[in-house]
């Protein structure tokens, strides 16, 4: 499941995903997604993945595919939480392909994930 994390400011978005995700869990993202970005013109996005890559459908992966196809332009900062090593490297190796800039902080940094996700702070590589 994909739940929206509320409380954080205004120019950005974020999730939290646990258990089985679904295609059905995207339609929440997808709109605040399109939300987001026809408020501000771009996409700063968090997901907290609380779970494994293993616990997406297939479905789910190419609504995710889709999203980020969708909003190809409008990506600006996109912050992974995780604490496995295989979201950290498909990160770094996406964000090599995709415009803006994507970064995996470990679980225990999630407050600055936000920050530098909302644009408060810049974080070195």
Known sequence: MIEQIHNLPDNM????????V???????????VSELVQKTG????LL??????ADFTF???IQDALLGIKN??????AAIISDSETVDKFT?????IMPGEFK????????????WTSEKIDVEE
């Open 59 to 61: 479905g789910a992966w």
């Open 72 to 77: 190809i332009t409008k990506w600006n900062r």
């Open 48 to 53: 907290y993945l609380e779970n494994s890559p």
């Open 104 to 115: 995996v902080f470990h679980k225990n940094d999630l407050e600055r994930a936000i920050d």
């Open 92 to 96: 770094s190796f996406f964000s090599k």
């Open 42 to 45: 771009k996409l700063n996005y």
């Open 13 to 20: 978005v974020g999730f939290r995903s646990s258990g089985e």
């Open 22 to 32: 679904t295609q059905d869990d995207f339609k929440l993202v997808n709109t605040k």
